[in-house]
């Protein structure tokens, strides 16, 4: 009996062991259990969700045009996936220490898809896009509607505008707006936790001297998002919205054409998809993983976490074990909802105490306001301001101030690591990088185009924009109101809003090999009676738009240097139970401080400087013109105001952390090196009260 016991206790050791051993077998060749290999699947996870927002940033005048909306009103539709995601942000990141963080990044990710196959179904649901609005629905667009006709001639169209006021046009169109508000607040709910959860996953299970260089590494491939999502809006909006439905005989507009609206809803399904295949392998990644310390120890440290059953104990310090205690996401890990919100004040306070913290979160906040307003509103203000097509405008973007701001990201992790950078260090780095995007900003200010001259509209500063009619040469031709198909004088420059407000009565068109061209002729209000061109004049300074987006480019790389450093500051002057709470606070007042308020700002003053509105059953819809100059002044000038704002926080920090490292000198005079130590290692105690 005893040599039966014997031999099935030394039967169930062997088992465990040999189960140990396979267990060990199945860890070591797992290409999920490492940390590198998260890296590169967050990095290319956050860069397909940016593809999503970024892709309608880059199509947002193309959005406003197609349903009749303002600057205003598209910012907001911008800000509105930050709606969702703030209420739901801290709380998730709070909760991310007791949950399967990738699983739960995976499910987000999903959503994330789901929501840019929704933000598409207006296209589908909705009517064809008609840019002729004074055409019968029978009849070709651009046909003889927009002419100079004789009164009785004009009357025919006047019952299809007014049955485009119905009320089911209206309701429906509130319906389309409000599918798009619905999909983006869905948009934002499921990224809550892509970032955050990464972000504290990465720093928790990376070697303490790599963390920087993976988190730079992060920033800098996320970065690639909105610029693939400006290079594919650059692509997808050559084609006509309309591209799976076209009418019978083509189209006669070019993407030169104001009216032109381009395919915005394709970029969305391709997004989606590339988020759905992303988000597969977070399915695979544990819970936890071994804390990396190099790379050729990895499966020796495998063999030990298998073996000893936990990888806590021979990875942190003394010092470390009643900090992680005194943490409350430690001393309750199963804190209910209420519970939550109960003891959450508290935790926030004691987050917010820190100066540091609280300064770095208001630079990011100003640093955030300025790119919200850039992301959403630059596409639009170098097509308005340069009188250059959405496409080309995209691919600038995409091809100048996207890798510019990854250039930047490089850099600034690149130095926190390799010279070790310290808190005073990382603080001096981000000031002078603000300083420096500050400085050149200035030229912005005198770069630009002045405002066309178009017949009929006020331009006289105080005067009360709105449209002149000509008595003479207009009167017989009875001009409908809310058409607009606008015509270039080429001899004096004067552009007006129709063929009809021109005098026109005929219509030329010159084939070429693969364009036509359209003129009309015959028209009173035109000296010599024309003939004009189809379309709007062009700019005689379209070539500043480089030198523009060049120093665009170079602002963006010296504000992104500060990224790395600003976050370093902030994962190592917080508790290691506090990270994914801190990381929530952060990104919490980032949305509800500049991604959500930021675009609606700029789309308001945007919509100040407008000198003609289209009208649509009686509402105001889309602007047709800008002035120029103003539209520049005020644009650039919120992005002056939010860099200022960065540069005095920046400069704040710095002027705290150098008296405290006074204050300090007497108590580690011994220690010079200890604030070095602690960028690095993060376990020091002194220092990570301080910051």
């Known amino acids: 009996m ?4 014997t031999k099935t206790t030394m039967g169930t050791e062997d088992t465990a062991e040999d189960k140990a051993i396979q267990d060990s077998q199945d860890l070591r060749p797992s290409v999920f259990h490492s940390i590198k290999f998260f890296v590169l699947c967050h990095s290319l996870l956050q860069l397909a969700q940016l593809m999503i927002s970024g892709y309608l940033k880059s199509s947002i005048s193309t959005v406003e045009k197609r349903f009749g909306l303002s600057s205003q009103t598209s910012g907001l539709l911008a800000a509105f996936n930050e709606v969702g995601n703030t209420a739901l942000i801290v709380f998730v990141s709070y909760f991310g220490s007791r949950v399967h963080r990738p699983r739960l990044i995976g499910y987000g990710a999903i959503l994330v898809a789901l929501a840019g196959l929704l933000i598409t179904l207006p296209h589908f649901i909705s009517e064809p896009y008609r840019y002729d609005r004074t055409s019968p629905a029978g009849m ?16 025919a169209p006047a019952p299809s505008n007014g049955s485009s006021c119905l009320s089911y046009t209206e309701t429906q169109h509130l319906a389309m707006v409000g599918i798009m508000f619905m999909a983006q607040t869905l948009l934002g709910v499921g990224g809550v936790p892509i970032q ?13 001297s790599n963390s920087p260089l993976y988190l730079g590494i ?18 997808m909006l050559r084609l006509y919205v309309d591209i799976d439905r076209m009418p019978e005989g083509g189209i006669s507009l070019t993407s030169t054409d104001p009216r032109w609206v381009g395919a915005w809803w394709l970029g969305f399904l391709i997004s989606s998809g590339i988020v759905a295949l992303a988000a597969i392998p977070y399915f695979f990644f544990p819970r936890e993983m071994p804390k990396e310390k190099h790379e050729f120890h990895f499966r020796q440290r495998v063999l030990a976490v298998v073996s000893k059953g936990e990888d806590s104990s021979s990875e942190h310090s003394p010092e470390e074990s009643p900090k992680k205690q005194d943490g409350l996401a430690q001393i309750a890990p199963d804190l209910t909802v209420i519970q939550f919100i109960k003891v959450f004040p508290r935790v926030l306070l ?12 208001l630079a990011q906040v100003c640093m955030s306001c300025m790119v919200a307003g850039i992301a959403t509103f630059l596409p639009k203000f170098l097509e308005r301001q340069f009188s250059i097509t959405a496409s080309y405008a995209n691919m600038l973007i995409g091809g100048l101030s996207i890798p510019s701001a990854i250039v930047g990201i490089v850099v600034g992790g690149f130095l926190v690591k390799r010279l070790h950078l310290g808190p005073m260090c990382c603080s001096a780095l981000c000031l002078l990088g603000a300083l420096f995007c500050l400085f050149l900003s200035l030229p912005l200010f005198f770069m630009g185009c002045p405002t066309h001259r178009i017949a009929g509209i006020i331009h006289q500063p105080g005067a009360q924009p709105g449209l002149e009619l000509f008595p ?33 009565t005929n219509r030329l068109v010159q084939e070429a090999l693969d364009t036509s061209q359209v003129f009309y002729t015959n028209c009173s209000c035109v000296e010599g009676g024309g003939p004009v061109s189809a379309g709007s004049c062009v700019s005689a300074c379209s070539h500043l738009v480089l030198p523009f987006m060049l120093l665009i480019s170079l602002g963006a790389a010296m504000a992104s240097v500060t990224h790395t450093p600003s976050f370093m500051l902030i994962l190592r002057g917080v508790k290691k139970e506090d990270k994914s709470l801190a990381v929530g606070i952060q990104f919490m007042l980032l949305r509800v401080l500049a991604w959500m308020p930021s675009p609606v700002i700029h789309g308001s003053a945007i919509d100040t400087t407008c000198v003609h509105w289209a009208r649509s059953c009686g509402r105001r819809a889309v602007c047709r013109y800008y002035d120029h100059d103003l539209l520049r002044n005020r644009f650039i000038g ?11 926080c920046f400069a704040l920090i710095l002027a705290i952390l150098r008296q405290q490292d006074k204050e300090e000198e007497t108590k580690v005079a011994t220690c010079p090196g200890l604030q070095q130590q602690l960028l690095v290692s993060g376990q020091e105690k002194p220092e990570e009260s301080k910051v």
């Open 350 to 361: 004691r987050t917010l105490r820190h100066p540091i913290f609280l300064l770095v979160a």
């Open 140 to 155: 070709p667009q651009d046909f003889e509607a927009s002419l100079c006709l004789p009164t009785a001639s004009a009357m």
């Open 218 to 235: 992060l920033f800098a491939v996320t970065t690639m998002g909105p610029g693939l999502a400006y290079g594919l809006g650059g692509l």
């Open 2 to 5: 005893p040599d039966k016991d």
């Open 638 to 648: 919120l992005q002056f105001f939010f860099k200022t704002g960065s540069l005095a």
């Open 196 to 208: 955050p959860f990464g972000i504290s996953y990465i720093d928790d299970f990376a070697h303490n």
């Open 472 to 504: 003479g040469c207009m009167e017989p031709c009875s001009c409908p109101s809310d058409d607009f198909n606008p015509v270039c004088d080429p001899s004096t420059r004067v552009e007006y809003l129709t063929p009809c407000q021109a005098g026109c």
